[in-house]
Structures are given as C-alpha cells and as structure tokens.
C-alpha cells in the first residue's frame, strides 16, 4: 500500500524545468503547415531558340534519311492554358524517292523509267501553330500543339543513276529560290516544357507533319517526324 502512494506521489511530480526544456526542444510535428509551391503565371511572351533533328520520307518510311531544323520561336499567351506561336526556321530535307513520285519539268530532260532519286533540299518554314497546356504544375507542363507551316523552298538539288550500255551515269538538277508553298503543311505535336530557372525554361517537343499538298519543283508528298528541343525566354509575364 505504502509503495502504491509513493508512486502516485511521483506520477502527479511537475517535471523539472530542465527535461521541460529538453521537451521544448523537440521537433515540431510540420507536416500538416506544408503547402505545395504555388503555381506562378505563364510569361504572356516568349522567344524560343529551337533546333530539331528530324526525317523526311515520300510514301514509305524506307524512303527517309536524317535531316534537320533550326531557328526562331515566338509564342504568345491567351489564356493560361492557351497560346498562339510563330517562327522561321531553317530546314533541311533529305529524302529517297521513285521517279513515279515526282512531276518534273520538261527543262529538268529526265529519262523515263523507274528509279530512285536522292534529294537535298533547303526550306525555309514558316509556322503558326495553336498551344493547349493538358497539365499545368509547378515544376512542368504537358501540352499538345496543332498548326500549319507554309515552306518557302531556297535550294533544291536532285539526282539520280540511270544505266545506258552497262555504263552508270549520274543525272543531277537544281532549283534555286523556286516554288513557295503557303499553308502547305499539316503540323501535329506533344511536348513537356520545365522551368530551369530565372526566365528560363527549356522543352523537347516530338512532331509530325503531314503533306497538304505537293512540294517542291517536283511536286512530291512529303512528310517529316522528328523531336524540336527549345530553349525559351520569357520576356513579359
């Protein structure tokens, strides 16, 4: 009985200012008074520095070989969702295909037949395209892209092996500043977009274009895929 009191008398004792303080010490449970960064405004104008490796083909993906873009960027905002964009990019397109694919010039005096053509063009593009952010976060955002590019063609050379005797000879052409093709071009992309720091951001971006309509001197159908990595700016929020 005697040793039941003495330690109810220890259970009610205050506890010494020193452990108190030691308890004031303790680590604060926090969890609870944690918010998630807020998510900041979009800038309203930004200027991108793009370049993009991408291929080009005629009807079938054997056709294609590795070309390549690179240029300007402007984009403006709507809505925060929302955005229109613009650019000149300069472009390289080179591509396989058969004789069937091309309307060539009567100047051109290419031999009838069925062949394969190599050809190195340089396109100047000109892009409108329209933005939608589908996941807008603190640290990135998803979107999806649809415009149309007008290409201007700058230099187009082709060429091609036709045999004659058992001999191979090699017939070339060239088109300089030739046709221009407005609205030419069906351009279809995704991409994610992340800040890295001040006014800076940086994106990757996988494209596809799709042909409206014949191209270049010989008319072909051209089509590119490739991926358009930016570095952006943001100029006014």
Known sequence: MGSRAAW?????????DSLGGVARLLPADTTKEQKPPALRPPYRLVLGLLGAPAFSAVRTPQTAQLGGDYGLT?????TPRLRVRAGLISSRKRYYAASSDYEAPANWQWFPGNYELDANCRITEIPLDVRFDVLRRPTYAVFT????????????????????????????????NGSNHFLGVLNLSVGVERPIGGRWSAQVEPFWQLPLGGVGAGKVHLSSAGAAFSLKFGLIR
Request: charged share 10%; aromatic share 14%.
């Open 8 to 16: 109810l008398s220890l259970a009610t004792y205050p506890l010494p």
């Open 145 to 176: 892209s649809v415009g149309i590019n007008s290409l201007l063609m700058r230099n187009e050379q082709y060429s091609y092996d036709w045999t004659m005797n058992g001999q191979t000879f090699t017939k070339t052409a060239q088109v300089v």
């Open 74 to 78: 402007l984009e403006y905002l709507l």
